[in-house]
């Protein structure tokens, strides 16, 4: 029976990778088990947060020595998502999910699985469109099939890594006499997580195929998945998805749940998907290992009713507004600060809240 | 018998007035009356921010108008305090508070009182430095007066708004041969924030008199008020105090009530100061008016034993970090996103944590 | 015959009048003789830079008690721009132009002459759009007629201070049913500085009437206006123009000429306008009472033929990058500091370049 | 006779080392060669710049892979020094420094040289202290020694990266009951930089050894070496050299000279620097390898006695705005924007500005 085991490992900086090289060395985990890795790098999460890739670069580096493979090797058989920026009480880490063949028991129930599935390298005048939307939907859909999840009901967050377009690739689409989506880099990061987000819920079928259309990216903000979870980064080409949910076919210790918080402080949503695991509040500080979750400055520009004035703030991007306020609460809730909480929510959960999703040992 | 009216009035922008010359023009309330105004604006909340100024004289000329009385006179009768940062879900607003007599019979138990008080203009060397202690002191004693509080345990909320060093202010204090506390003016702020709430702290007697020396400024973290609120802003020489609290001889709708928050993500506190004034949590977004709270990035680096990066983010201050997350904290529990949330809590509440105030329409 | 003077004034803050107070009081110059207001604040220069309105109001009010004036009179009489960003050596300051007849024989040659002019209030949805190319050129030519200029080739700068889109703007434009240009409050400004230089071009007769359309805003960036320079702020609503060139009709002490800037570090296009003017190098920074320019970072991704940061800079905004840049880079010929240089070049002079125009003592 | 050839090869990120691959794949340059390698990187030269480690670990595993040696045999033998910032007009390179032996004639005069040093590993406390100071001397003289100079007059600049205090080091440090020099990571550069550049002083005679006293470090600012150029960074913990000068045993197509920038508009220093290796200014673009300098915002708050906002900007660090003006001002003499300009230069040249080195192809 397959098993998937989650390891928390805090980091001194995005190039520090000890915590994984300690559990290699000391065998706790293989790696040729790993099959994602989520990180949050202490950057500004925007265009030029190079911690991202430089995180990417070291872990894909320990991980090509420990398999004697390539880094090409690494990359096609390992998601590695790092997430830039740790504002407010957030704390650099990256999680590791490992797959084993167990002996144990089936244990009753629903156990946390795990998949992986990736795209082809996508041109630049393809980020943002059709073409993104159409082969992330495909991605999704092999992330299911590896992770023996059989009803997508029990998909509860899917991680999807995208490209943004760089200076360089705007230059190269115009070159080619094509139109990128935008000519802004910074721009291109939410049409690139709008069009990924867009193909995860179609996959899952929380929008209907041919529901979407191209001119929807960015546009219609009521067209969304629930669970979906992306981030742009300026280190790959391809899009690379990875799938979290329950399946009966794993003997994980631990269990996923989610929620959609509908704004930056529902707290109430945090506390739903604790109780959906069976999680008393008291315990969650020992219990949690994770919690995942996207947010988003309103784009209305609203928080209940109120004005907020993250989008006007030209000093500090409204992402990293989000970051700091939905990490807090949810830090607040579940006693642990080193959580995966992204920024940037397009078409990823309602607009001005987005997916929540917890990972904890089951009892 | 005096009755404490509170009015909360969003901001479109610093210089936004239309709400309070609308309460003036329906003659909701007098200029007269007004004894205190509390306000965010949406600014950086650092050396460079002018929308505090901006605010501040803005306010003070409607003011001046309405009572056909000079700038001077008006910020001798008024305390008006504006603090920069907005972060999060956090909004730009002000809260009026006027003191008014009534025929209103005695209600039962404490009410809520306010009193203001001033210091001298103090000199550039003075900031940080023992004087600015002592006149603080003098002034919150002064106010404590004003606001017919007798007994320093009733006193929940102690505002505070003082001078920071400017280059300018930096260069006088040398030419003419004094050493300024600090030739850092964003240094300056702390510096001034600090000695400041230690003047509240030996004016409540949260700390004996003796105990206190200058020394102890910005080094001795356990020292420190557990109600005082210190911002720092560059225009004022003076350090003015708004003391807040409870008193029999008050007939005013609100009350108030405090607890320490430990740390950025303590939403007991919050749920603590609610229960205190018997407002169910349910209720509070109806009859919670503001909170006011005080804020800081651990300076350990460390939120509950794990590591936090808003002391090495050299793009984005702490103080913003801190706002972001504490905001958006009390903000989940009361369901309100105009609040009174403040940066840089040195000496004010324990390390890592700050005061927070609530102040609600009592049952 | 009427004569241009020129005072620059330094601020030692954005709400600092003391300068232009003391001009008044001793009579140098009369408050109905100011005819424009140029200054730079020291604020960020972008969507919630506040120093703009806040110096624009300061000023204002004084203008208006010095004239026994309102708020509007003064808005109607007097062109005041206030530009944000004094990055790297630039300083804040105002410069003010005042006319006054005057009984001087007519000097040799033509001489400094100032014009203004102004568009009605712009709804939200006709900001960046044909409605506002239109309504700028109509104002350019009424303020070439109250300069007294003749002759096109004879305007070498036109201030154009132009609305932005605030976050409270597109969402009212949409409740209208309105399509903004675009959805960012950021890029707005973008738009309406680009619109606003189209239209000077048209009024210059740089670009033939019918061949500017809509769609050619920031997309046809060949098209450019050599003289225009456009700012973009929150605090007003309408489009206002100031026409500075040279006039036979005038007998002002002080000369312009400008040079057209082919990138940031172009130091012999400011070299050029300093010899127009005769002024040597040497003297400039006696003779030089102001450069007007404008600049922006290269769209391309390119100075030289060589990779700039400039754009994907998410933490600084490209406006700023380029000012520090354009700033130094002029203030090295001419020796001062406080000079106008503003930021976002778009259809203001050559890509990646912009106009400069040099102001100086003739001869 | 030896010879030192330089190569500038842009850098299209942090971790790109396609160029530096590329000579080293066609034989253009050996590894074993490469002694020293200077570095502009895209970030923000602050404290959580990650670039320069980035930078440092990517071409580091380069050159191991090379040279089959160590990730520690590298550090030894070859100087790699990368600086965050590439504001303004800047542009990301490196620029290699390759020592061999030559078969050529003796060439007539002096030509480039250069050595490298380095101290131990500093401990916290140490940093920004007289042991940081003495440390650092000793190993510019070993530095100078390795490059063959033997006169202290033919040195035209001395790189030095040094260690900053991160929060980890500041605690470790008051762990073991020693008292770092500062508690604010930010500062820490400073004091690293300054203490660095009195050492630098003392090896050239600068300074006389029994001169420079700990107390001086930050505070006797008319101290300083007129060639030393400090840099702070989080990847080290010793203290590391690289001598640039003249030598009669050099046989390099190159030479090197410096001027001091008595501010950041200084051009006449950069024109001073290019005639004394006979360049003509039209010949700059094609025969400037590279100009090294440093330049900071002047303490005093003023830049020719007219006040700058540098010091007072929270949103935008003063090195920041320091070097988008110099980097401009120099680019726009050599008309080259792949220039090493380093930041925050104190005891770095005269206040307010700093050393400028021009490299350049002689005749």
Redesign the interface.
């Known amino acids: 029976m397959q098993s998937v085991d989650v390891f928390r490992i805090?980091m001194?900086?995005?190039?520090d990778v000890t915590g994984l090289a300690e559990l290699l060395a000391r065998g706790t985990v293989r790696a040729d088990e790993i099959v994602a890795i989520l990180g949050k790098t202490?950057?500004?999460g925007?265009?030029?947060?190079?911690?991202r890739?430089?995180a990417v670069?070291?872990v894909s580096?320990l991980l090509a020595d420990a398999m004697h493979a390539s880094r090409t090797d690494i990359s096609r058989r390992i998601a590695i998502v790092m997430s830039g920026g740790?504002?407010?009480?957030?704390?650099?880490h990256m999680t590791v999910f490992a797959r084993r063949w167990t002996s144990k028991a089936a244990p009753e129930g629903k156990r946390l699985a795990v998949g992986i599935g990736s795209t082809r390298e996508l041109q630049p005048h393809e980020v943002g469109r059709m073409a993104q939307i159409q082969a992330t939907a495909e991605a999704v859909r092999a992330a299911i099939a590896d992770a023996g999840i059989d009803n997508p009901a029990d998909v509860h967050f899917v991680q999807v890594k995208c490209p943004l377009l760089?200076?360089?690739d705007i230059?190269s689409a115009r070159s080619l006499g094509e139109k990128p989506v935008t000519l802004?880099?910074?721009?291109s990061m939410a049409w690139s997580r709008g069009a990924s987000a867009l193909g995860v819920a179609i996959a899952l079928g929380e929008l209907p195929d041919e529901a979407v259309r191209e001119r929807d990216v960015l546009a219609a903000r009521t067209m969304y998945s629930s669970v979906a979870s992306c981030s742009a980064g300026?280190e790959q080409k391809h899009v690379s998805v990875i799938v979290f949910g329950m399946s009966a076919a794993s003997a994980s210790d631990y269990g996923i749940s989610h929620r959609a918080m509908r704004?930056?402080?529902?707290?109430d949503a945090v506390r739903g998907a604790l109780a959906d695991l069976g999680v008393p509040e008291a315990d969650a500080?020992k219990r949690v290992i994770n919690v995942l979750a996207k947010c988003e400055a309103d784009?209305?520009?609203h928080?209940?009713g109120?004005?907020?004035?993250?989008?006007?703030?030209?000093?500090?991007?409204a992402t990293?507004?989000?970051r700091?306020?939905?990490?807090?609460?949810i830090?607040?809730?579940v006693?642990?600060?080193?959580l995966y909480v992204s920024g940037g929510a397009e078409h990823q959960g309602p607009p001005g809240g987005g997916p929540v999703a917890v990972i904890a040992k089951l009892g």
Chains 1, 2, 3, 4 share one sequence.
Do not use: K, Q, W
């Open positions: 805090p001194r900086g995005p190039g202490e950057g500004t925007l265009v030029n947060d190079f911690t890739e430089y670069e070291t580096a740790t504002e407010g009480v957030l704390s650099p760089r200076v360089a230059e802004e880099t910074r721009e300026n704004d930056l402080i529902d707290a500080p784009p209305t520009g928080v209940r109120v004005r907020h004035t993250m989008l006007s703030d030209a000093d500090l991007d990293r507004h989000a700091a306020a939905a990490g807090a609460v830090a607040s809730v006693g642990v600060t080193t």
